[in-house]
């Protein structure tokens, strides 16, 4: 079917699912300080459409750490893998949380070839099916530490060093908004409220993260794929 035909049909069949919100979300530690690493999961409460998969999410093995820290994709999405470092690297799905007791939604375990001058090494990418959290390590390197979220909504993001995320594309309407964070003890607070235009709005974490190790995200040159 011609492609202005199908979204035409699309169109009719769901009339009240108008794509026209945008939020911008600020989020705060306990403290009131920026919260970065944060996922910001955005679910409408009526039904709605299948959204096309976004392209592969990727993550970095840079540094020996996991850039980013934080990656949410939504169930059947992908993460696409890629060491930057002169050594080889692991990925490993392994326990979460504060207290290492989550169980990783997944089980997977491959190792990654080291970077040549200045070539990564291959990509290795990795199809995630079930909602949940990931913990991500590597066998070689103890301190290497990354966390997936496979979203079971499609709309979603995470707050950068300022604590603050957008989520576009959001359907008119109701929606209900989540958080988390990889240390958290308790799920946090999920807030109602209604979708339309551009809007802002302000969260609050029910606990202050521990700092991330290490410098912290590099800026943007660095993540030249
Ligand atoms: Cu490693």
Redesign the pocket.
Known sequence: MHKALLALACATLLPSLAAAAQLQITVTTADGKPAPDVAVLVQPTAAWPAQPLPEPALIA?QN?RFVPFVTVVPVGGTVRFVNRDRYD??VRSQPGGPLGNVAPAQQFEFRMAAAKADKPGAPADLKLDVPGTIALG?H??GS?RGHVLVSATPWFAVTDDKGVATVANLPDGQVELKLWHPDQLTDQAGTRLQAAGSMNAEAKLNFNPRRRPGPGTPPGPQYNF
């Open positions: 093995q020996i690297h692991h590597c070689l390197h290497m």
